[in-house]
């Protein structure tokens, strides 16, 4: 006779030997996790593994204990070493470097060069410093998008954010070497200009950057196809904002640049004012709808847009457009002259 409890074992071959200990079907047990009849078999073939949660439900639904069940569990994956060796380097590399510019900047007589590496090194430091925690701890639950409920393939998970946090740093990197470069020659007028520029293109090379790594890790961060097409169930949200996202910081920089609106003016307060409560907007656009979509991918229907999400659309519409009439009002630093 089988026996289920045996050390010597894989996981796969341990948990179907308990499955049928139990007198269950694969079709009866992931009834019973509410997962997929696949996501059991890749389990038992040993092609996935699934979460702690997972786990412990399995070992509720089987009747057995956690240590019956885990006992042929491979040990979880790890980080890739070397990456982690990597950011750290870049990350710290850039404080230094973004120091001895401040320094340079400051010594020359030209303090508005400060604020460039200053603000790019915060903004990376706010990005390395969580996933550095999310990778050494194995806990991903403060990542964007992450659903406990679903059961990724941890290696997968843990070179996705690996390659976030690379990108993220050499993104950083490369602008503030690229920013030192063309503030040399740029008088002070010109670089109130070049500033905002600068800072666009380091927030849209962060979002392509992080948009690549995710589009190249996606397919295969969770191999049941009934849970991927529940994760994907809100990109069609997350496209909408992005591309509203994306226009509002536009318009935030472009139109003052356009209208030479100087910076640090009631005008320029504004102007730029008026984008804020249309990103407020945007971000509850996000938030509502996209748990409008998960819902919507529990019930096995597709996402479609609904009363607030035009309410909060014609809501980020009209503060772009007030923003641009500011935008005209104060042009050339007066009122509509």
Not at 50 to 59: C, E
Not at 203 to 213: A, D, K, W
Not at 244 to 263: D, E, K, S
Request: proline residues 5%; positive net charge.
């Amino acid at each position: 006779m089988e026996n289920p409890n045996r050390t010597s074992e894989g996981f796969g071959p341990r948990l179907a030997g308990l499955r049928r200990a139990a007198g269950l079907t694969q079709q009866q047990l992931a009834e019973r996790l509410y997962v997929t009849r696949q996501a059991v078999s890749r389990w038992e073939s040993g092609r996935t593994q699934p979460d702690l949660a997972g786990l412990q439900g399995l070992a509720q639904a089987l009747g057995c204990t956690l240590e019956q069940l885990v006992g042929g569990l491979e040990p979880p994956a790890g980080p890739d070493e070397g990456l982690r060796r990597t950011c750290r380097w870049v990350f710290w590399s850039k404080v230094l470097l973004a120091a001895v510019q401040i320094g340079l900047w400051l010594w020359m007589g030209k303090p508005a060069g400060v604020w460039l590496p200053a603000i790019l090194l915060l903004c990376d430091g706010s990005v390395y410093l969580p996933l550095e925690a999310m990778v050494r701890s194995g806990d991903f639950t403060l990542l964007a998008g992450f659903d406990r409920r679903l059961h990724y393939h941890r290696p997968t998970l843990i070179r996705m954010v690996q390659m976030i946090d690379l990108t993220v740093q050499l993104n950083g990197l490369a602008w503030i070497l690229i920013g030192f470069l063309l503030c040399l020659p740029m008088s002070a007028e010109t670089w109130q200009w070049g500033f905002p520029v600068l800072v666009v293109g380091y927030i849209l090379g962060m979002l392509v950057g992080i948009f690549m790594v995710n589009f190249k890790y996606n397919s295969s961060l969770l191999p049941d196809e009934g849970e991927r097409r529940r994760s994907h169930a809100s990109l069609p949200v997350l496209v909408i904002w992005g591309v509203v996202f994306c226009i509002q910081l536009g318009l935030c920089i472009g139109l003052a640049v356009v209208y030479r609106i100087p910076n640090n003016t009631p005008g320029a307060l504004v102007q730029m004012g008026w984008g804020m409560p249309g990103m407020v907007l945007s971000f509850a656009l996000l938030f509502w709808e996209m748990h409008r979509a998960d819902k919507s991918a529990q019930a096995g229907a597709h996402w479609r847009p609904g009363r607030a999400f035009w309410l909060l659309l014609a809501g980020c519409l009209l503060c772009a457009a007030m923003q641009w009439g500011a935008a005209i009002a104060y042009a050339d630093g007066g009122i509509l002259h």
